[in-house]
Nanobody, 118 residues
Framework: QVQLVESGGGLVQAGDSLRLSCAVSGRAFTSYVMAWFRQAPGKERELVAISWNGGVTSYGNPVKGRFTISRDNAKNTVYLQMNSLEPEDTAVYYC????????????WGQGTQVTVSS
């Protein structure tokens, strides 16, 4: 059974940086597509960043140039480095994973709250 556990959320001020971590159990981590999503109160969940094994990444427009997704396959961990945080980044951030063949994200973490004050 695959489990995802996020950590690293918190309360920061606008302009600060924060790094989220997502520890993944399971032997097939290196083949997973890993992603970060976020959901703000009253808004739909949105895709923040995706990481494919091999170093390919993509980002949602609101975070391009500020956020970086990375993965450490030796530690079965995916990270989200968030710089120049804005109050609009306030949300619950979720780590998610899927196999290459899957059309949807099958594995989800419990979420970690990120709050950015102005």
């Amino acid at each position: 059974q695959v489990q995802l556990v996020e950590s690293g959320g918190g309360l920061v001020q606008a302009g600060d940086s924060l790094r989220l971590s997502c520890a993944v159990s399971g032997r097939a981590f290196t083949s997973y597509v890993m992603a970060w999503f976020r959901q703000a109160p009253g808004k739909e969940r949105e895709l923040v960043a995706i990481s494919w094994n091999g170093g390919v990444t993509s980002y949602g427009n609101p975070v391009k140039g500020r956020f970086t997704i990375s993965r450490d396959n030796a530690k079965n961990t995916v990270y989200l480095q968030m710089n120049s945080l804005e109050p609009e980044d306030t949300a619950v951030y979720y780590c998610a994973g899927r196999t290459l063949r899957s059309q949807s994200y099958d594995y989800w973490g419990q979420g970690t709250q990120v709050t950015v004050s102005s």
